[in-house]
């Protein structure tokens, strides 16, 4: 038969237990921030790209659109 576990030892559990639980909260939530962050800072540069045309560019000698 098990022995009878002291108070402090549960006590001991728990708050081992619960370090781990906000660490790992911790670790989750820093690693979500910084993938959001990445995809933000590269909305942007997807935005100011120039939309690709159709149409061909005819350059007359001075080197002016015609």
């Known amino acids: 038969m098990r022995e ?3 108070p402090g030892l549960k006590i001991l559990w728990v708050w081992t237990f ?4 906000i660490l790992i909260g911790s670790v989750m939530r820093n ?4 993938m959001e962050n990445l995809i933000n800072s590269q909305e ?4 100011t790209q ?3 045309q159709d149409a061909a560019v005819v350059l007359d000698d001075d080197q002016k659109l015609i």
């Open 4 to 6: 009878k576990k002291s």
């Open 50 to 52: 120039p939309p690709a």
């Open 31 to 34: 690693k979500m921030r910084d």
């Open 44 to 47: 942007p540069n997807n935005q």
């Open 18 to 21: 619960g370090t781990f639980a």
